[in-house]
């Protein structure tokens, strides 16, 4: 006999949200799908899982997590550079539906970053608590080493397509102009015997 | 009652193709409103032109008023308006025979190709399979000798094992040779390996590193790469205006290479703009075209496509690899210079890509290959390419099977060795010239020798980064190498630098197509120009080049027995 788990997210978009003040606060915004139009990444892996993951890296490091939802870009270097500006400690987390992720900083050019996964295939949910993790030390002014970043040269035949269906449900769930929200979220964890 | 699918019993045919490497690529159907479709969609707009007052006033169905800026600048810049009426009356499908047909040359097809719009020319191509697409770009390339580019990166940045590799492709028969980095900060020490180890076997060979636009030109004027590839364009504004970029912008960056003598090429490819949301419904050829056509506009000499790093999505829809050759034969019926593509993987298949490759290899291109990876594909920075190192063998096979030219040639191990061993040395030398970090005795004896950079001993990166630095910060230049090797009686790659510099002064190698051979002489499209018109004309192998390329070492004599 064996036990699985599943876990339910409740998300809900709340007022227009600001700039925080927490010095310990990490930002997560996630793209206009993330959880709502779209609720697994590209290895079919629940969004709330994922979510409960990187909070869980952040919190195990002291972190304070916020979460916010971008509207207007699904561009994943916007949506991680949005998190950075309006983190408390100047350290955010984008993520996209498929799963692809970025650890960004305030100050730094959009199109840079601290840590980018760009191969969504291959994230996993360990690596996104090492994320959550790193972002937390980030917060802390702390010399971090990298997560290592996985590259598999044939992710690509098997996943752009897909990954390219992904990204186009995402666009149509752009608003523009729409200013980013704060996201309620809460999760259920429920647990099942197997045979 | 209804079957559980789980509980169905399956057949073991089946079970056998699930586990083909095939079933491992992703596989999807047309999605036109969103632009997944290769080469024809629903929302593509229908030929047509109107002229007033010397200008063009309706392109492809839309009005001037309401041109984007991709429209604005084909009608201004690229579409001839002297000949657009009269070659937009023509019929496409007499226009697809024209590319055909041997007794048409290819200056007439470019003359026609010159007054047309995308859609028509979105329309020819349509009209062809691919056999005849083959045929017309073995007529339309630019060049009359076929060529191949190479990629030469590893995972470590090591700038020891890169200039071995660069000069093991060099002796392999790569004419150009391009690197990138995995820490951005390495980028001049990777343009210096390229640029030591391809010279240290033969002068005249171009070399490039791929960076963020700036410090690749930064490196360009320095003198230490010898062309770029990697300037994008789009085939959609809003896609263009996500990158920052305009089609006038595109082509500033280009003129800034053209006045330093520095050869460009533009980059572009099916499935990018699907890539990133922005396709406004269009095929994929269509949005290709109009990448093509503004290359032409800008003024550039050619372009590198092929669907390049986006290729998952054209691959994984109808007709797509069809719908990538296509988009290199579009690019040689504008006159430009095409690297076409082969160079990102595709397909866990070996069937599938190499069925995708011979439409390159077989009717020759300027590079078959806008990168073939010289290294194994886990040390490819450039994500992996169609065919890599440990496909080399295959490689010169084919070429011997088919009696085609597809740049390579076949390579005595002990030349390797040797040639791996003076690159490494090489470097060594200009290192401690330039008072850079030391490169050890072991390195150079595991860059001789090794496949992969798991192959070498570890270098102090912290330490390279600040010597790398310096190079862009002291502005150390081409010549400043050159010297370096010359004070300490490396001669013959000192003056072959040297003659790299030259080249930018006269600027030969400007000229579409451009490559320069081991005498230093440009061949381009201008003093090598393809005049291919049916069988007995065009490129033909010289008898001394056949030999070098039946020789493979597997081969035994017959004598032997």
Not at chain 2, 364 to 389: E, K, L, Q
Request: proline share 4%.
């Amino acid at each position: 006999m064996s036990y699985s788990y599943s876990i339910e997210m409740q998300m809900e978009d709340q007022s227009r949200a600001s700039k925080g003040k927490d010095p310990k606060e990490v930002v997560i915004a996630v793209s206009p799908a993330f959880g709502k139009a779209l609720s697994k990444t590209i290895i079919n892996v629940e969004h709330s899982k994922v979510l409960r993951e990187i909070i869980s890296g952040i919190e195990e490091q002291g972190g304070v997590t916020r979460v916010i939802r971008n509207f207007e870009t699904a561009d994943l270097a916007f949506i991680g550079h949005l998190a950075a500006k309006l983190s408390g400690s100047g350290i955010g987390i984008g993520i996209q539906s498929r799963g692809t992720t970025i650890i960004h900083q305030r100050g730094l050019d959009p199109l840079s970053n601290l840590e980018l996964f760009p191969q969504s295939p291959l994230i996993t949910l360990e690596t996104y608590r090492n994320i959550g993790r790193n972002a937390a030390l980030y917060a802390r002014g702390e010399n971090v080493d990298p997560v290592p970043v996985v590259n598999d040269q044939m992710a690509r035949p098997r996943y752009q397509a897909i990954a390219a269906i992904l990204h186009l449900k995402e666009a149509q769930q752009i608003v523009g102009g729409k200013p980013a929200v704060n996201v309620d979220y809460s999760f259920t964890i429920s647990e099942e015997e197997t045979v | 009652m209804k079957l559980n699918p789980t509980a169905v019993r399956r057949s073991k045919r089946f079970q056998v193709l699930e586990d083909r490497p095939v079933n491992k690529d992703g596989f999807v159907h047309e999605w036109p409103e969103q632009g997944f479709i290769a080469m024809s969609s629903p929302d593509d707009p229908l030929p047509s032109v109107k002229i007033q007052d010397g200008r063009i006033i309706e392109l492809d169905g839309k009005l001037r008023k309401d041109f984007d800026m991709l429209d604005q600048f084909i009608a201004d810049y690229t579409i001839d308006i002297k000949s657009t009426v009269q070659m937009m009356n023509m019929e496409s499908l007499d226009i697809a025979r024209k590319l055909v047909d041997i007794n048409v040359s290819r200056a007439e097809v470019l003359a026609v190709v010159k007054g047309l719009t995308p859609a028509k020319v979105v329309e020819v191509l349509n009209q062809l399979n691919v056999v005849e697409m083959m045929m017309a770009l073995q007529k339309m390339r630019a060049r009359k000798k076929p060529s191949n580019q190479c990629h030469v990166t590893n995972v470590r940045d090591n700038p020891v094992l890169m200039a071995a590799d660069a000069a093991e492709a060099a002796l392999r028969g790569f004419d150009e040779q391009e690197t990138t980095v995995g820490i951005v900060r390495y980028a001049p020490f990777n343009a210096l390996a390229l640029l030591v180890g391809s010279q240290t076997v033969r002068g005249g060979i171009l070399t490039q590193d791929a960076l963020e636009e700036a410090t690749e030109l930064r490196l360009a004027m320095l003198g230490l790469t010898t062309y770029a590839e990697t300037i994008s364009i789009y085939g959609t504004e809003s896609v263009f205006k996500d990158g920052d970029d305009t089609p006038w912008s595109k082509s500033f960056l280009a003129s800034a290479y053209a006045s330093r003598g520095s050869k460009m090429r533009f980059t572009s490819g099916t499935g990018s703009e699907v890539q990133m949301a922005g396709s406004e419904g269009k095929s994929m050829l269509y949005l290709e075209v109009r990448c093509i056509m503004m290359a032409k506009g800008a003024g550039v000499q050619g372009l590198q496509n092929g669907s390049i790093s986006c290729i998952g999505i054209p691959a994984a829809v109808p007709s797509g690899i069809r719908a990538i050759l296509a988009e290199n034969l579009a690019t040689t019926m504008f006159d430009l210079e095409v690297a076409s593509g082969n160079d990102q993987t595709f397909s866990h298949s070996d069937l599938r890509r190499s069925a995708k490759m011979l439409c390159q290899m077989l009717p020759g291109t300027d590079f078959v290959f806008s990168g073939y990876s010289a290294v194994p594909n886990s040390d490819n920075m450039f994500a992996g390419s169609n065919m890599d190192s440990s496909d080399l063998d295959d490689y010169l096979i084919i070429q011997r099977d088919m009696m085609v030219d597809g740049g390579l040639r076949p390579v005595e191990e002990s030349q390797v060795i040797e040639m791996r061993y003076q690159a490494a040395k090489t470097m060594q030398v200009l290192f401690e010239e330039l008072a850079f970090p030391a490169i050890t005795e072991e390195e150079i004896d595991a860059a001789t020798y090794a496949n992969s950079s798991e192959d070498m001993p570890k270098r102090n990166v912290m330490e390279d980064l600040k010597a790398a630095e310096s190079v862009l910060k002291e502005g150390i230049t081409g010549l400043d190498v050159a010297l370096a090797l010359a004070n300490r009686g490396y001669h013959q790659v000192a003056e072959r630098i040297f003659n790299m510099l030259k080249q930018r002064v006269a600027g030969d190698y400007l000229h579409t197509s451009a490559i320069i051979d081991e005498n230093n002489i440009v061949q381009s499209a201008v003093n090598n120009e393809n005049d291919y018109t049916g069988p007995g004309t065009g490129y033909r192998m010289s008898d001394e080049r056949w030999e070098e390329i039946k020789n493979i070492r597997q081969a035994i004599s017959p004598s032997e027995y």
